[in-house]
């Protein structure tokens, strides 16, 4: 990494020479330490990037930093230097007393800035720091309150630029365009959420539209849905504006030219977004207040910097355990697919069932009946093992470690508890020919565990990529097979919500003949309880429309369905659904606009298409039910 020079003096770049003091920033995956330089004694900020929970080469990222480094603008922080200690990057940069314009609402104004001048002073700032940068060539990305920090005489400093885009992937081509997916969602650009044709300087000029909203109202406009929501509500809805942003319908008390500086902004269309230069010559930025007047303003009776934090951090932890349990907490925006693959395994044998645990004594005794052996996969929310019950000399099983969080006395906490052992007991009773059956759940400190039956022939997904296209009778026999499980289940008051054929497993019969069991996905029913680090994500393509938005309570047995329908078109097709979109944006824009995937009209058989269309319908009210599923001419002739 280059060392800066500040004068004579070289800024160290090793950890050792920095003491850090206490945190004034938290993020996703970094830390913002105040520090003191034991070369020179100075204070500084010095964030702390944790490297594994990003997706981009270190070279790419010393290659931004130099770039970053060499910014000098009175309304961009300055960086001094920046280092690699194991798997951390640390940035040191100039420490800002103020903090940021994000903590400092949250604090003292949670209801916006109430003053128009003091909006203006410091969206002025911002813009002359974007107007440097865009003249440098460079784009931003995530323009926010949060990035914007505040030295303690009310001078604005534009941060996290660069190095928070280049952690997430990719540089500008040779046009000028950027085609990688970055940014905070409620700030994001159009463009920036399609990844159709890239996007350049004018996501910027978005985001700081979002961001004057952001100032008014003390919250970026749909900030209180959750992220796939507010990436449909952002591409369909017409662009937001002051009126239509303001609590309980109240009326405007903003003047017509902070208006239209929103308004010029917030253009779908890129091209008629007015530039960051242009945007500074509007009237509503001629005559602004100084920083004093930014300081006296924003300062008056705030507590100190660590004290916000400290308090930021306890209203986020309990925001993150009361938000949409179905929006994993540390969701990226790359959207890996990170289902798990079990493969190699040794045929297995019918297991009767035993005894379920009892709710008030899920003590780890129970796992001693079992022996793990070799990882066989491993999820974005468990780990798979092959494992021997020890009870029935010898039987293969699967082992699965969920690991949890540690346990809590709270008397909420320990009511959801015992509803997860409640369900639980109930899941270790279910016995269906086509449901992988749950054997024994134990809890140790540190995971769930459970053992399952063992199928040996690996997942349906494995299937349909070794072998391609399923021929039409088989996709028949499971699709019924599929159908029955789905009816047991809901029999039993339980709703899968997540069938997908990586979910479905295959298993050999005496003629070799395959049938499929679908695997019984329990977390997806204790998704209430707060002490699960990770949480299973269902396969973008399957996604209903209903999954998408932000109310648990639309989930359904349609939803079962829905999904069902797109198994059986992938058996047909030879590949997931909506393989033609590149990813999982256009495929939600798709889902939510009634587009059904292509893939579906190249389906040759018309009973396998009209079944397809029936369950994949938009409007869950409008599919048929699992009974009438099982009397659809498509399966109905099936052979079991």
């Known amino acids: 990494m280059p060392e800066n020079k500040q004068g004579d003096f070289v800024w160290p770049n090793e950890a050792q020479y920095y003491e850090l003091l206490h945190e004034i920033g938290i993020g996703a995956s970094a830390t913002v330490w105040e520090a003191v330089c034991k070369a020179n004694g100075d204070h500084v900020a010095v964030k702390i990037v944790n490297l594994d929970e990003t997706n981009t080469s270190l070279d790419e990222v010393r290659k931004e930093i130099k770039v970053i480094s060499r910014c000098s603008h009175p309304n961009i922080i300055t960086y001094y230097t920046s280092f690699i200690k194991e798997n951390e990057l640390w940035l040191v940069m100039e420490l800002l007393e103020g903090g940021s314009v994000y903590d400092i609402m949250r604090t003292n104004f949670p209801n916006g800035l109430q003053d128009e001048d003091l909006i203006a002073a410091i969206l002025k700032q911002v813009l002359q720091g974007m107007c440097y940068f865009h003249e440098c060539l460079h784009i931003h990305r995530d323009i ?9 005489h009310g001078n604005v400093r534009i941060a996290d630029f660069g190095v928070s885009a280049i952690i997430n992937g990719g540089f500008m081509d040779r046009r000028g365009v950027r085609q990688t997916f970055v940014g905070t969602p409620c700030w994001m650009a159009p463009e920036v959420m399609e990844q159709v044709t890239g996007y350049d300087y004018k996501a910027d000029i978005w985001s700081f539209g979002i961001t004057a909203l952001e100032l008014a109202n003390g919250h970026a406009p749909f900030a209180k849905y959750p992220p796939m929501k507010v990436l449909l509500m952002t591409l369909q809805n017409e662009p937001p504006t002051l009126e239509t942003t303001l609590a309980g319908g109240k009326k405007s008390r903003f003047s017509s030219k902070f208006k239209e500086v929103i308004s010029t902004c917030l253009k779908k269309e890129p091209k008629e977004r007015i530039t960051s230069a242009k945007l500074l010559e509007k009237s509503f930025f001629k005559g602004v207040k100084k920083s004093d007047y930014v300081a006296k303003h924003l300062f008056n009776k705030l507590p100190s910097l660590q004290e916000r934090t400290r308090r930021v951090k306890e209203q986020l932890e309990a925001e993150k355990a009361a938000s949409d349990p179905r929006i994993p907490a540390s969701m990226g925006w790359d959207f890996p697919d990170e289902e798990e693959e079990v493969t190699g395994l040794a045929e297995g044998t019918e297991t009767p069932a035993a005894a379920p645990p009892v709710v008030d004594a899920w003590h780890s005794d129970v796992g001693a009946h079992y022996t793990k052996g070799q990882e066989a996969g491993a999820g974005s929310y468990k780990i798979v093992y092959h494992g021997v019950d020890n009870r029935n000399t010898g039987l293969a099983i699967m082992l699965h470690e969920v690991p949890i969080k540690a346990q809590s006395t709270e008397d909420e906490d320990v009511e959801k508890r015992a509803q997860l ?6 899941v270790t009773k279910l016995r269906h020919p086509h449901i992988i059956s749950v054997l024994d759940i134990w809890e140790t400190a540190e995971a769930l565990w459970y053992a399952t039956e063992l199928c040996e022939t690996g ?35 339980i ?5 997908n054929t990586a979910e479905v497993l295959l298993r050999t019969k005496q003629d070799k003949v395959l049938d499929v069991a679908l695997c019984e996905e329990i977390l997806w029913n204790i998704r209430d309880d707060p002490r699960f680090a990770l949480r299973p994500k269902q396969r973008d393509s399957y996604l209903s429309p209903e999954q998408y938005d932000d109310t648990a309570e639309k989930y359904t047995e349609k939803t079962d369905v829905y999904s069902l329908g797109m198994v059986v078109l992938e058996l047909l097709s030879g590949g997931p659904p909506y393989s033609e979109c590149k990813n999982t944006i256009m495929i939600c824009r798709r889902v939510s606009q009634g587009k059904t995937p292509q893939a579906l009209d190249a389906v040759e058989d018309s009973l396998a298409q009209l079944f397809i269309r029936s369950c994949i319908n938009q409007q869950p009210g409008n599919r048929p039910t699992i009974e009438a599923i099982l009397q659809d001419p498509f399966i109905a002739g099936a052979v079991p």
């Open 495 to 499: 709703i899968h919500r997540n069938v």
């Open 459 to 493: 997942s349906l997904q494995t299937y349909v990529e070794t072998n391609g296209p399923t021929h039409i009778d088989t996709a028949r026999r499971w699709a019924l097979q599929l159908a029955h499980a789905l009816q047991y289940l809901h029999a039993h008051s």
């Open 421 to 426: 052992h409640e369900f639980l007991d109930r």
């Open 144 to 152: 926010k309150a949060s990035n914007l920090l505040l030295d303690k």
